[in-house]
Nanobody, 118 residues
Framework: QVQLAEAGGGLVQAGGSLTLACAAS????????MGWFRQAPGKEREFVAQ???????NYADSVKGRLTISRDTAKNTVLLQMNSLKPEDTAVYYC????????????WGQGTQVIVSS
């Protein structure tokens, strides 16, 4: 059974840091592009970042320079290091996966809440 399990959310003050982790199981990690999305209250879910197995990454403009996605192949885990957090980063963060040949993410975690206080 394919499963993505997020951890690491919480409450942090503006300007602070937080690291989210997503453990993937039931899939061949190298065959998947891993991503992070978020959904703020009253808003649609939006793309945050994605990482390919060959080291390539890309980010939403709103998070460039502050958030970093990385993969730990040995642990089948994808991390999202978040620095210089802002209140507008408050959201439920979702881990996602897609096969490299697919353009849409089709496997989703349950989400983890991040609250940034001003």
């Amino acid at each position: 059974q394919v499963q993505l399990a997020e951890a690491g959310g919480g409450l942090v003050q503006a300007g602070g840091s937080l690291t989210l982790a997503c453990a993937a199981s039931g899939l061949t990690f190298s065959n998947y592009v891993m991503g992070w999305f978020r959904q703020a209250p009253g808003k649609e879910r939006e793309f945050v970042a994605q990482a390919w197995g060959d080291g390539r990454t890309n980010y939403a403009d709103s998070v460039k320079g502050r958030l970093t996605i990385s993969r730990d192949t040995a642990k089948n885990t994808v991390l999202l290091q978040m620095n210089s957090l802002k209140p507008e980063d408050t959201a439920v963060y979702y881990c996602a996966a897609r096969l490299r040949i697919r353009s849409q993410f089709h496997i989703w975690g349950q989400g983890t809440q991040v609250i940034v206080s001003s």
